[in-house]
Nanobody, 127 residues
Framework: QVQLEESGGGLVQAGGSLRLSCAAA????????MGWFRQAPGKEREFVAA????????YYADSVKGRFTISRDNAKNTVYLQMNSLKPEDTAVYYC????????????????????WGQGTQVTVSS
């Protein structure tokens, strides 16, 4: 069992930055693939970014590529999402997710590939 807790959300003006953190409780964190997803009101949950276990290969949605950076600190059992140049369309609840399996390049972008989820943190970008 892995417990995830996100933090760092808030209200920011367009063009600003936020850093989300996701703290994981678990002994084998370094081997877990970690993902960030977001869900806006009335929309489906969508992939934002992911980082594979061990090697730490990163993946991004086209909508955030070049603006967001995912990283992990295995010593702290924490994964981060640095969000720069934020836009109003980035407004959503952001969720951290983890899986002990080794998803493929395609499935790492799929919510159903993840076994554990945090409670979410709200990010609101004002225009």
């Amino acid at each position: 069992q892995v417990q995830l807790e996100e933090s760092g959300g808030g209200l920011v003006q367009a063009g600003g930055s936020l850093r989300l953190s996701c703290a994981a409780a678990g002994r084998t964190f370094s081997s877990y693939a970690m993902g960030w997803f977001r869900q806006a009101p009335g929309k489906e949950r969508e992939f934002v970014a992911a980082i594979s276990g061990i090697v730490g290969i990163t993946y991004y949605a086209d909508s955030v590529k070049g603006r967001f950076t995912i990283s992990r600190d295995n010593a702290k059992n924490t994964v981060y999402l640095q969000m720069n140049s934020l836009k109003p369309e980035d407004t959503a609840v952001y969720y951290c997710a983890a899986t002990a399996t080794r998803p493929t390049v395609r499935t790492i972008r799929t919510p159903n590939s993840y076994d554990y989820w945090g409670q979410g943190t709200q990010v609101t970008v004002s225009s």
